[in-house]
């Protein structure tokens, strides 16, 4: 299956999961496209000042991959700055958050795989 970006529907979510401001969410490829365990395969956008709070995965895990921006990330407990090409994995009951730390938008590739 081929997509082209202007077939791929965009979400927007404000205050997600607890977090400030609005986030942007291209669903690169929904669920039911997608014959494995994804429940989510995603490019979110984080502008300056905008974050997703604290949230756990129970029997899932999460890959953030950052594409562009500087990101503040807190992966249960323990808190990184992250930059492109830097990837966070939570999963196994575990919670994390996301935060803006710059002054321009964050682009991070988000996929949520179930098991």
């Given at each position: ?49 905008c ?7 129970e029997?899932?895990?999460e890959?953030?991959?950052?594409l ?36 321009e ?11």
């Open positions: 299956m081929i997509k082209s970006a202007e077939t791929m529907r965009v979400e927007l979510r404000e205050r997600m999961r607890g977090g400030k401001g609005t986030v942007q969410i291209k669903h690169i490829f929904e669920q039911t496209e997608l014959t494995g365990k994804c429940r989510l395969f995603a490019c979110i956008t984080l502008e300056p000042g974050s997703i709070g604290q949230h756990p995965h029997n899932e895990e890959v953030y991959y950052i562009k921006g500087r990101a503040k990330v807190v992966d249960d407990g323990e808190e990184r700055e992250l930059r492109p090409g830097d990837a966070v994995l939570t999963g196994g009951g575990r919670s994390h958050s996301i935060a803006n730390a710059g002054e938008p964050v682009e991070l590739l988000a996929v949520i795989l179930t098991y």
